[in-house]
């Protein structure tokens, strides 16, 4: 894999979302055939986490891909209130059991390596192997492919109307997660939020298709707003640098 990093990190970056994307949905599909969501997912999960730990610490690429302290002044970025209510999103309309105790951990368990997974290879291997080129172009690749990637979960057996409000609102999501990398040189607020919003999902209510609608129109809203707020007050402040 080193070898394909160096030659190329942008291949690099599209083998692993590849690789990513078929390695779990086989995960999940073998899972539910044993009849237990998730049991195949969950350690499959792991393992990819720890390769992609072991590649970044065999090459010490900590800082490049964002494994490091946040650079930024947190009141510039509202001290990360905004994160806060995206993350609580699958909380909106109640919170209830949907599974079993065993089920519910390894949900959680998979989904937490989800979380790391998806922003380590759309935001660190993907956005920072095309940023230096274009900027405006890697941060829509970046944020487009992390939503169109939620497609996966048709094959899933999920309904298409909540699938593409998914797809609209993980753009939104993608997009402003690739400000926050970019801006404050740290994936952690991003993976952290990622994290929660995936584990929280077990415990959701499931609403009507107009609430769907609304959750997903405040979801893109917030994050856009808020993306362009970080935008407007650090272009601001290195601009005052430069003077």
């Known amino acids: 894999m080193y ?32 009849g237990t969501p998730k049991i195949i997912t969950a350690p499959a999960g792991i393992v990819v986490v720890l390769l992609i730990l072991g590649f970044i610490k065999r090459h010490d690429l900590w800082q490049q891909y964002g494994l490091c302290s946040f650079k930024g002044d947190l009141k510039t970025y509202l001290y990360f ?13 109640g919170v209830t059991m949907n599974a079993s105790i065993e089920e519910t951990v390894l949900y959680i368990v998979s989904m937490i390596c989800v979380g790391f997974i998806e922003e380590i290879i759309f935001r660190g291997f993907l956005f920072t ?11 829509f690749i970046s944020s487009i492919t992390f939503g169109i990637g939620h497609i996966v979960n048709l094959l899933n057996g999920q309904d298409p109307i909540p699938t593409l409000l998914q797809i609209c609102y993980a753009t939104a999501i993608g997009f402003l997660f690739t400000i926050i990398f970019y801006k404050g040189k740290s994936l952690l607020p991003c993976i952290v939020t990622h994290e929660v919003i995936n584990s929280l999902s077990i415990f959701s209510v499931n ?3 107009m609430t769907a609608v609304i959750t997903s129109i405040i979801l893109c809203v917030v994050c856009i707003a808020y993306a362009l707020w970080i935008l407007r007050k650090t ?6 640098e430069n003077i």
């Not at 272009?235 to 005052?240: C, F, P, V």
């Open 129 to 139: 192997a095309m940023y230096r080129d274009n900027i405006k172009l890697a941060v």
């Open 235 to 240: 272009n601001r402040l290195d601009t005052a």
């Open 207 to 209: 609403g009507s298709l």
């Open 81 to 93: 209130i905004p994160l806060v209510l995206i993350a609580s999103v699958s909380l909106w309309n």
């Open 3 to 34: 070898r394909l990093y160096k030659k190329s990190e942008l291949n690099f970056a599209l083998v692993w979302i590849i690789a990513y994307v078929v390695a779990m949905s086989l995960a999940d599909h073998f899972s539910a055939s044993l």
